[in-house]
């Protein structure tokens, strides 16, 4: 059987940032006490892949359905003022329509080719496997072993290529050649398709590509932000979802408290009622709790860019060093709007 490895062209320098920029600036709810605290490690490694090709010839057969506006009278109810200047209602009538669809049975023969390639590990998790493991159907990126050395390490395939094509390429494959014969579509609207023909299929391939993954632990939570090396220097990044700081989200919802306060004190809820009693009458709490949470907000979110910048930049010379990120400034501010909407029933 055919072996391609496909070249690494990055190194885990590259990964590293990457990674990084994507976890502590990618999330404006990102928990920074988990990344400050959180075990980080790179790996760089090879999945290993059976490559499935060949060529189709096929006969299908479809319902195509045409649709058509047929007008039709309807009633409605509108409202006028007779001649005494009472208010009348009557029932008028208007064209509206529906849509017909025609359905028009049909069928064909097609022909092409497919190309399927298909994870045949078992260490990649589902949600990131058919991510991390699907190319453009081409070879001009692998190169053959015996032309190729690296110290990046291979994961072994668990399973035989029959078994492979059986259990994860055969609905794929089915699904390809099916979107290839859905160009044939007629009509708005298509249903009922279904296909038979023979395949006739090249010589397996094992192919290695590519892959890593970005490792953060913290207490047992682990998330992964998984990378594929596409050729070129480049890469592309898939994450998992990070936790949120609900400190950071508590004390930004609970600044909007005075106001709610404020508001609930208004006879009338009105813009015009509010600046009266702000700024003519100088209601000094009122003038507090207008401009305290853009103040509170403002001090957070510029605290929280130190915070991410001190993770970053601790992390970016040594992932597996840890820093401390504060929690009190999030604990003041919960006090200061405490007693904030307090003052108000005691002033």
């Known amino acids: 059987m055919k072996t391609l490895i496909r070249e690494i062209k990055i190194t885990e320098q590259d990964i590293i940032k990457s990674a990084l920029n994507r976890a502590v600036y990618n999330g404006f709810f990102v928990s920074l006490d988990f990344l400050a605290n959180a075990e980080m490690e790179t790996k760089i490694f090879y999945l290993p892949t059976y490559i499935y090709s060949g060529k189709y010839d096929v006969s299908w057969r479809a319902a195509f359905g045409f649709d058509n506006q047929i007008p039709y009278t309807d009633w409605r109810t509108e409202s006028y003022?007779?001649?005494?200047?009472n208010m009348r209602h009557r029932n008028v009538p208007y064209t509206s329509y529906y849509t017909n669809t025609h359905w028009r049975l049909a069928q064909g023969k097609d022909k092409g080719t497919y190309w399927v390639q298909v994870y045949a590990g078992n260490i990649i998790p589902a949600s990131a496997e058919k991510w991390l493991t699907v190319f453009s159907a081409s070879d001009t990126l692998y190169i053959l072993p015996q032309n190729y050395f690296t110290k990046v390490p291979f994961h072994a395939f668990t399973n035989s290529p029959e078994e492979i094509h059986r259990i994860k390429a055969q609905s794929r494959l089915d699904n390809q050649i099916l979107d290839n014969i859905k160009e044939n579509s007629q009509g708005d609207r298509q249903r009922d398709w279904k296909w038979k023909?023979?395949?006739?299929?090249?010589?397996?391939?094992?192919?290695?590509?590519?892959?890593?993954?970005?490792?953060?632990?913290?207490?047992?939570?682990?998330?992964?932000?998984?990378?594929?090396?596409?050729?070129?220097?480049?890469?592309?990044?898939?994450?998992?979802?990070?936790?949120?700081?609900?400190?950071?989200?508590?004390?930004?919802?609970?600044s909007f408290i005075p106001d709610f306060i404020l508001l609930m004190n208004y006879d009338k809820w009105s813009l015009n009622n509010i600046y009266r009693s702000t700024f003519e009458s100088l209601d000094i709490y009122a003038s507090i709790a207008i401009i305290y949470p853009?103040?509170?907000?403002?001090?957070?979110?510029?605290?929280?860019k130190k915070d991410k910048d001190e993770i970053y930049n601790c992390r970016i010379k040594q992932t597996g060093r840890k820093t401390k990120i504060s929690q009190t400034k999030y604990v003041y501010s919960l006090i200061l709007t405490a007693i904030l909407s307090i003052s108000k029933f005691i002033l």
């Open 81 to 85: 003022t007779d001649s005494n200047g």
């Open 197 to 254: 023909g023979s395949l006739n299929p090249n010589e397996t391939v094992k192919a290695y590509v590519p892959a890593g993954a970005f490792r953060i632990n913290n207490n047992s939570q682990e998330i992964f932000i998984w990378y594929r090396d596409v050729g070129d220097g480049t890469f592309q990044l898939l994450a998992d979802p990070m936790p949120l700081d609900y400190n950071f989200i508590l004390a930004m919802g609970a």
């Open 294 to 304: 853009v103040i509170l907000l403002a001090y957070l979110i510029r605290a929280r």
